[in-house]
């Protein structure tokens, strides 16, 4: 895996940039940052192979940071996103690998990661591993590219067993999730297929991933796995004190909620644990929205409360969070406009207003 950081100093370009690169499969993310100031300071600490870094930021320009990063770790390949194309000539007398241009194409993208694994010497073809996606459309890559299934069924019980954490699941319990429709024989004759079908798309990639079957029970080994709802999962499991030093791990599992969990894809089983982990979501983006407040990040807190609000619209708490940081922030007509968005939609789909908490903020503001 390809060691990285990116920064840049809009947080949709920097969550943008983070999908591209988890989605190839190839690149562990070690930290995202607005602030080249902060990256800087992970650099002096933590060894990376890469960084993706957009030129045109206040204090520090991407210029000035590759330069300061290169001193600290001079193997570390370079690699500009801007889009602005007269910086081009520039980027590459700083000795930058390469230069990527927004919006970032994949392909281009692709060419710059298989670029920085030779010439960094990473093993290109380590396939003991496999990512798995599960938020948004569920997905499954190895070294070798992404594994297609034969079926739809098939990709639906690995998705199943990867629910699953790697805890025994019955298989008279799968069967009578997936299969509800089927009784006795057929049902097991069609689990048994599926199952089939799920080894040799695994086998056929070169993965060695095992389901391991004992007295009636089914345990996919997740050892060899990494996941993205796995990863998220046992982060939020447990109540986390947001501090200068953590602020970076909240950050990166933030940023791998893409999409509500398996949502692009039309299994039936998840719908519980989806609004589950949905919520699970959005109270950690209220958390991490409260640090950014009290150290003054009043602009990186709006930014974070806006994503939030991609995922879930009409959330009381991330509207009224954002509300808030704009007055703070006397962006008081901003504020009114994502105030009256807010009502309209809350109206339009629930037939109710706004809360009054929410009332007596805008009525104090107004005063």
């Known amino acids: 895996m390809i060691q990285a950081i990116i920064v840049d100093d ?17 690149v562990d ?3 995202k940052f607005l602030n080249p100031r902060e990256a800087l300071e992970y650099v002096k ?18 210029f000035q940071l590759s330069n300061q990063i290169l001193d600290l770790q001079d193997w570390t390949a370079v690699v500009f996103v801007t889009a602005y194309s007269e910086y081009a000539v ?17 392909k281009r993208l692709k060419e710059t990661l298989h670029r920085i694994m030779q010439e960094r010497k990473i093993d290109i073809n380590n396939q003991s591993r496999i990512q798995v996606r599960c938020f948004g459309k569920f ?34 319990k799968i069967i009578d999730t997936l299969w509800p429709d089927y009784d006795g024989d057929r049902a097991v004759a069609h689990f048994n297929t599926t199952l089939y079908y799920v080894r040799k798309a695994l086998q056929h990639s070169g993965v060695q991933v095992s389901i391991k079957y004992s007295r009636g029970f089914y345990r996919l080994d997740t050892a060899s796995i990494d996941c993205d709802y796995h990863w998220f999962m046992s982060f939020t499991a447990a109540p986390r004190v947001i501090n200068d030093i953590n602020i970076s791990d909240h950050e990166q599992i933030a940023a791998l909620y893409t999409g509500d969990y398996l949502a692009d894809n039309q299994f039936r089983w998840p719908e519980r644990s989806r609004m589950l982990i949905k919520e699970k979501y959005v109270q950690l983006i209220l958390d991490m929205a409260k640090y950014y407040k009290s150290t003054g990040k009043h602009g990186q807190a709006a930014e974070l409360l806006k994503t939030g609000l991609d995922h879930e619209p009409l959330h009381p708490d991330l509207n009224y969070s954002l509300i808030e940081t704009l007055l703070i922030l006397k962006k008081r007509v901003a504020a009114l406009k994502h105030y009256g968005i807010y009502r309209r939609e809350l109206k ?3 037939g109710i207003e706004p809360d009054a908490k929410l009332k007596k903020l805008l009525t104090i503001a107004e005063n």
């Open 10 to 26: 809009e947080q949709p370009s920097l969550d943008k940039m983070a999908k591209l690169l988890r989605d190839s499969g190839i």
């Open 29 to 31: 993310i070690k930290g």
């Open 45 to 62: 600490k933590v060894k990376i192979d890469t960084a993706f870094i957009d030129i045109e930021m206040p204090d520090i320009d991407g």
């Open 90 to 106: 520039e980027a590459f007398r700083v000795n930058a690998l390469d230069y990527l241009m927004k919006p970032v194409d994949k």
């Open 139 to 172: 997905k499954v890559i190895s070294g070798s590219g992404e594994i297609k299934f034969r079926t739809s069924k098939a990709e639906e019980l690995l998705a199943y067993l990867i629910d699953g954490e790697g805890a025994e699941i019955n298989r008279n």
């Open 348 to 350: 339009r789909e629930f």
